[in-house]
């Protein structure tokens, strides 16, 4: 045990996520010998972003304003809405430029065994975005595991009678992989989902 | 026993660190065991979906000071993946786990109550039956291996012979007029009748049931499961549960019972009461 203001950094640093009681020690005494303007600059910038970023009012996803710059961006197809769980999963579907719509962030997945019900997560605001009849297609873009295709597998039931194109990303073997490392699932996925070679 | 191997069904998982995840197992020989699946949530991990919920596998892991480490693991079945598919299904599955997740302690073997739960997996996974009376069906039978056999002929508190109309979550299940306690529910003779069936596994009678019995049957199974597990189950909240069926009758006091329904719902439901205790 520390005296006083390092003791509290470090008991606050180990609340972080994966950061243990170590980890905290060793952040804490590297910030203590650090400039005190390097500090300060990382002590302005997370004053800054809870007082700046929210959730953006249409899609969920991070924003500095009301809405976030997908929302802004005239450009992007207001046709085609992408369905993620998390923010940080809108930046791995960017990063792949393969996407020109816009996106909806739910919050999460359904996971009865932690509480989490199709209210908790954001599927009201989705069908209030749909109501305008501009969107045509959804794709689900929930994680592969048991939650995300169940939560998958909820939205299409739901959004299935609206006449709506639904499609889910496509699973299968990752590139660079070796085949005999695959596990049933995913090679059988693999096989559900193989495309016809251009010959 | 530094190594071991065995068969087991994946109960839960929670995130640890950057792509670990523990996972709850449910094994064959060796009872309940929480184990370390290291880089489970990469893309490129070789368990794959292995280590997800629902699935039945063959696990090699060493122990550890805490906790142990999976090293490898091969699919025996993969239910979680064709249950996943099916939302009622699903979420049917999901009260099955976290109720055989309390109903067991770490390493203490329960082979009736795997191979309850394999069967019952299955039994989703293969679409043999509406999902809301698989689980029923499991619930009771799994409080039952746990020592808690409801009784829904003969008087659960003297044993006179049935049927009797009152059931009491406290007693037991069934009482008749001599032993029935204040605030017993009343509910229709078919419901005993069908859960009684589900206890026993007389599918014909279940399969042939009336909803209304049904959803009044589910009703009754979740106040029975959660009285005597003291503590809510929080899956059975999301069993898509619609109907709030009253089983009151003239001289009993309210009991308001939620029952299973076979659509998804928006709309905020209430929790089921978890019975009274009389």
């Known amino acids: ?199 | 026993m530094p190594l071991y191997r065995d068969q087991a069904i994946v109960l839960r998982t929670q995130k640890l660190g950057e792509a670990d995840r523990i996972v709850t197992l449910f094994t064959r020989s060796l009872g309940k065991v929480r184990v370390v699946g290291k880089g489970v949530r990469r893309t490129k991990s070789r368990f794959g979906a292995r280590l997800e919920p629902g699935m039945m596998v063959d696990v090699q892991c060493y122990e550890g000071r805490n906790l142990d480490t999976v090293t490898q693991a091969e699919t025996l079945a993969p239910y979680g993946d064709a249950i996943a598919r099916d939302y009622t299904a699903y979420t049917a599955a999901s009260a099955m786990l976290e109720t055989c997740d309390r109903l067991t302690e770490e390493r203490e073997p329960a082979l009736q109550q795997y191979l309850l739960l394999a069967g019952a997996l299955r039994s989703l996974a293969e679409r043999s039956h509406d999902p809301a009376l698989v689980l029923d069906a499991y619930l009771l039978r799994a409080l039952a291996i746990a020592g808690w056999a409801p009784s829904f002929h003969d008087c659960a508190r003297c044993g006179a012979e049935g049927p009797h109309r009152a059931f009491n979550l406290a007693s037991g299940g069934s009482v008749c007029p001599m032993c029935r306690p204040p605030g017993s529910a009343a509910p229709a003779p078919e419901t005993l009748e069908l859960l009684a069936a589900l206890l026993a596994g007389d599918w014909v009678v279940a399969d042939g049931s009336d909803p209304r019995h049904r959803r009044e049957g589910s009703g009754l199974t979740s106040a029975y499961l959660q009285w005597h597990l003291e503590r809510g189950i929080r899956s059975l909240r999301l069993v898509d549960r619609e109907t709030r069926v009253d089983t009151r009758r003239s001289d009993s006091p309210a009991v308001e019972l939620g029952g299973h329904a076979d659509r998804p719902s928006t709309t905020p439901v209430a929790p089921a009461q978890t019975g009274h205790r009389a």
């Open chain 1, 1 to 199: 045990m520390y005296e006083g203001v390092v003791q509290d950094l470090i008991d606050e640093l180990g609340r972080l996520p994966g950061v243990g009681p170590k980890s905290a020690q060793r952040i804490a005494f590297h910030l203590l010998q650090s400039d005190a303007a390097d500090v300060k600059r990382l002590a302005d910038a997370l004053t800054e972003v809870k007082a700046k970023v929210r959730f953006c009012e249409i899609c969920g996803n991070v924003a500095e304003g009301e809405q976030c710059r997908i929302c802004l961006d005239a450009r992007r197809d207001g046709s085609a809405i992408c369905v993620v769980e998390e923010p940080k999963d809108v930046v791995a579907i960017e990063r792949t430029r393969e996407f020109r719509g816009r996106y909806h962030v739910l919050g999460g997945a359904i996971s009865p065994i932690d509480g989490v019900g199709p209210d908790d997560l954001r599927i009201k605001e989705l069908m209030t975005r749909l109501a305008s009849g501009e969107v045509t297609e959804i794709i689900i873009a929930t994680d592969p595991n048991l939650e995300g295709e169940a939560t998958a597998s909820y939205l299409a039931r739901l959004l299935g009678p609206m006449g709506l194109k639904v499609s889910r990303l496509a699973s299968g073997l990752p590139v660079g992989g070796d085949l005999e490392y695959a596990d049933e699932v995913t090679l059988g996925r693999a096989f559900e989902g193989r495309r016809l070679l251009d010959v």
